[in-house]
């Protein structure tokens, strides 16, 4: 009975530290449960009020640098509208010397045309004394050739008695026809009243039948038609009292041209004598002009002569002249358009210049152009020395010393923009170093499956990496064996670390 006793005993000690191992379980768990959760918690604290306080700083860094940017930005306003300044009153000086170059100009011009005016007031004054002695000496010989004719009239004035016969002739043909002319007239007048009387007897004729056939029927037509007929007759009646006034009124003109061509018979008398002197005189003069006419032809065939070798000067000056003009409108074209380049390339350099200005520092305002490390003697062997420029930039420098201040800057710059090109190649190289050892790096201390089909640097097996080995040398042997491939273990922790 004692033995089993202790059995049980034994028994439920065992099932007890069970219970109790179990209970102590539960606990650790529970503890380990509050633990996470309290670090959790204390975390997700820590999380938050670091994301406050990088938010803060951030805010504080963004109203620094805010400031900076702001005390920069003043700095080059200033910088900005000093230059601006600069170059405004560079404009207003250069646009105060061209006012003043046109405005000389314009004096110069003022002069030339007075001048002109004055040249031009001066030739109309001749030419007008010219013609003034001219109009003199027509005058004179008008008077004088006035007063042979009027002599040579009178002379022949009595000697017209053949005028005069013919002139009575010619009355007498005049009166004759005169007559012949109204007797017509006088024949024709008696066969319109004959004409006049029939068609008055034939048209009262037809008025009375008709009045006698339609008096009871058509009496209103009648009266009308008498109306009509009294109106037609007192319409013949004032026609042929209007062609009686004319017939009158011809008359009396007849009368009065007859008397208008006695008094021209009378002036055409006068003419035919004057016209006999005139012809006398003429014939005279025929005499004496054929003399003149003879030298005047003579003169002309040399004046003729001479035109002709004038227009053949002419005629060569001016083909010299158009060619000459068409010279120098070419000329002048290609000067105004390389002055036009050259113009434009100014303006681009002022551009340019302008552009360049903002971006000067404060050394470089202070001393635009750096002293030459030469010395005199380097200067003076350099400049006696007798070697051809084959190069066109070094001959133009050599054209325009002027320009030396300007080469100097211009070589800064190129000097500056060569370093700074070599050391924007040294800093892109160190670059691309630095993120190929940084990608190598990643790489290195991540874990994937990318990674790990690759070569990792990290990875350390049996003392070995599992970098790529650098060749053997020239002189190793050729049964050299390869090192064995590498090959990647995991532990198994890690893996269920990642699983769970």
């Known amino acids: ?12 000690s065992n099932e007890e530290q069970l219970l109790l191992f179990q209970q102590k379980l539960l606990v650790e768990e529970e503890l380990a449960k509050k633990k996470e959760r309290l670090l959790s918690q204390f975390l997700k604290d820590k999380l938050a009020k670091e994301e406050r306080n990088s938010a803060l700083n951030l805010n504080k860094i963004n109203m620094q640098w805010r400031t900076v940017l702001r005390e920069i930005k003043t700095r080059e306003l200033h910088r900005d509208i000093e230059i601006l300044s600069q170059t405004f009153e560079r404009v207003v000086d250069c646009k ?26 001066h030739n109309v004054d001749q030419l007008l004394a010219l013609q003034r002695r001219r109009l003199s000496l027509l005058e004179e010989s008008y008077n004088m050739e006035l007063e042979a004719l009027t002599t040579e009239f009178e002379t022949e004035r009595y000697s017209g008695k053949t005028i005069i016969e013919q002139h009575e002739k010619e009355i007498r043909y005049l009166q004759d026809v005169f007559m012949a002319m109204e007797q017509n007239y006088i024949d024709s007048e008696y066969e319109s009243k004959l004409e006049f009387q029939s068609m008055w007897d034939d048209l009262k004729n037809k008025n009375l039948e008709e009045k006698h056939i339609l008096r009871l029927q058509l009496e209103n037509i009648v009266e009308d038609l008498w109306k009509r007929f009294q109106e037609a007759l007192k319409s013949y009646t004032d026609a042929t009292e209007d062609r009686k006034i004319a017939f009158e009124t011809l008359k009396v003109k007849d009368e009065k041209s007859s008397r208008e061509i006695e008094a021209q018979m009378k002036k055409i008398q006068k003419l035919q004598e004057a016209i006999a002197v005139s012809k006398g005189r003429i014939m005279v003069h025929s005499r004496e002009s054929e003399d003149q006419n003879q030298y005047i032809r003579n003169d002309k065939d040399l004046v003729l002569t001479q035109l002709r070798k004038l227009k053949a000067q002419r005629s060569q000056a001016r083909g010299i002249s158009q060619e000459n003009l068409v010279k120098l409108t070419r000329e002048s074209n290609a000067t105004l358009k390389a002055l036009r380049k050259v113009v434009d390339k100014g303006e681009r350099i002022l551009k340019l210049a302008e552009i360049c200005r903002k971006l000067e520092t404060e050394e470089e305002k202070v001393l635009p152009f750096y002293s030459s490390v030469l010395t ?17 930039l070094a001959k133009v420098v050599v054209d325009y010393p002027g320009m030396e201040n300007f080469w100097k800057r ?4 190129k000097l500056e923009q060569l370093s700074l090109q070599h050391r924007r190649a040294q800093l892109l190289e160190t670059n ?26 990290l990875f350390i097996v049996n003392h070995r990496s599992n970098l790529p080995q ?10 050299h064996r390869q090192p064995p491939t590498p090959c990647n273990i995991v532990e198994a922790a ?7």
């Open 96 to 121: 105060d010397n061209v006012i003043k170059s046109l405005a000389k100009d314009l004096a110069e011009a003022e002069e030339q045309y007075a001048h002109a005016l004055r040249s031009h007031l």
């Open 470 to 479: 650098p060749l053997s040398t020239a002189g190793a042997q050729p049964n």
């Open 376 to 392: 005199l003697e380097e200067q003076e062997t350099e400049v006696q020395s007798g070697e051809e420029l084959t190069e066109e």
């Open 432 to 457: 691309r170093k630095l993120r190929e050892m940084l990608q190598q790096y990643l790489d290195g201390i991540s874990v994937s499956d990318e990674v790990l089909g690759q070569l990792n640097p």
């Open 494 to 500: 890690h893996v269920i670390a990642h699983t769970l």
């Open 1 to 12: 009975m004692p033995k089993k006793g202790k059995k049980a005993k034994t028994s439920l």
């Open 410 to 413: 211009y070589n800064k710059v």
